[in-house]
């Protein structure tokens, strides 16, 4: 088990940026494919960023291909979300999530494939 603690959510005007970080507890961080998920007023949690446990692989949903950009850093234990060109249907609640794969470098979007949530944190963006 890893726990982990999302900050960096805010309010801010539509086209401006906000980093979100995720930071990780335990000595094992890098060995769990990581990811942020965001859940907006009404609707299911949406896979929005992953990356894998050696940093070789990462994934993104269309909506944010080319605005977010997800990384790593395995010597503090933490994830990062870096969002550019935030519109306001980004408006949600960012999650990190975090689990294992063994022996892959695979990515999963699916929400049921992570058994490690952190609380959460808001993100606002107005028009």
């Known amino acids: 088990q890893v726990q982990l603690v999302e900050s960096g959510g805010g309010l801010v005007q539509a086209g401006g940026s906000l980093r979100l970080s995720c930071a990780a507890s335990?000595?094992?961080?890098?060995?769990?494919?990581m990811a942020w998920f965001r859940q907006a007023p009404g609707k299911q949690h949406e896979f929005v960023a992953g990356i894998s446990w050696n940093v070789d692989r990462t994934s993104y949903a269309d909506s944010v291909k080319g605005r977010f950009t997800i990384s790593r850093d395995n010597a503090k234990n933490t994830l990062y979300l870096q969002m550019n060109s935030l519109k306001p249907e980004d408006t949600a609640v960012y999650y990190c999530?975090?689990?294992?794969?063994?022996?892959?470098?695979?990515?999963?979007?699916?929400?049921?494939?992570?058994?490690?949530w952190g609380q959460g944190t808001q993100v606002t963006v107005s028009s």
């Open positions: 335990g000595r094992t961080f890098s060995r769990y494919t």
């Open positions: 999530a975090a689990h294992i794969v063994l022996g892959s470098q695979r990515v999963d979007t699916r929400v049921d494939e992570y058994d490690n």
